[in-house]
């Protein structure tokens, strides 16, 4: 139920506000999206395969490595930025 007030806040918002909001959105949606990537159990197997240090913990630190590196350039990218 919460979630119907928020949107009816940012419905209410001026438009700047919208756009920053909007902005915000996009930036979450790919942090979310590069989550449920990373959190697939082949992911694991791939890294290892890839990755030859990467044997137990190790995984997890490439994985996290790798997500801030696969964000970074993505927000970074112009079409990104388009959206």
Known sequence: ???VKTISKVAAAD???QKF?????KYAMLG?????????PWIDSLIR????GAKGPMTAVYKIVLFAAIYYIIQKTSWFQKI
């Open 1 to 3: 139920m919460e979630w």
């Open 15 to 17: 438009e700047k506000e």
């Open 21 to 25: 909001l909007l902005h915000e959105l």
């Open 32 to 40: 979310v999206a590069l989550f449920i990537l990373f959190t697939i």
């Open 49 to 52: 395969h890839t990755f030859p």
